[in-house]
Nanobody, 114 residues
Framework: QVQVVESGGGLVQAGGSLRLSCAAS????????MGWYRQAPGKQRELIAT???????NYADSVKGRFTISRDNAKNTVYLQMNSLNSEDTAVYYC????????WGQGTQVTVSS
């Protein structure tokens, strides 16, 4: 079984930056990739970035060029660096471990004030 815990959310002004962290524990070897999702009020949860075990990253068009996903294998942690934030980035951000059994974190709120 895998557990994931997000951290790093908060309130930031438009144009600012935040870095989210996602720490994984448990059966780490069963994880093939990690993903960041977000869900804004009244909207469906959307996938915004993924990173494979080998470090290959992929992004949704809505965040490409502004967000960067990375991983520290020694710490079993994945990061999401978010730059040039705007009000449309306001959402609850979730981390998901993808493998033999997907595991979601509890989510962390990001609020961008204009």
């Amino acid at each position: 079984q895998v557990q994931v815990v997000e951290s790093g959310g908060g309130l930031v002004q438009a144009g600012g930056s935040l870095r989210l962290s996602c720490a994984a524990s448990g059966l780490i070897f069963t994880i093939n990739a990690m993903g960041w999702y977000r869900q804004a009020p009244g909207k469906q949860r959307e996938l915004i970035a993924t990173i494979t075990r080998g470090g290959f990253a992929n992004y949704a068009d809505s965040v490409k060029g502004r967000f960067t996903i990375s991983r520290d294998n020694a710490k079993n942690t994945v990061y999401l660096q978010m730059n040039s934030l705007n009000s449309e980035d306001t959402a609850v951000y979730y981390c998901k471990a993808m493998g033999s059994r997907d595991q979601w974190g509890q989510g962390t709120q990001v609020t961008v004030s204009s």
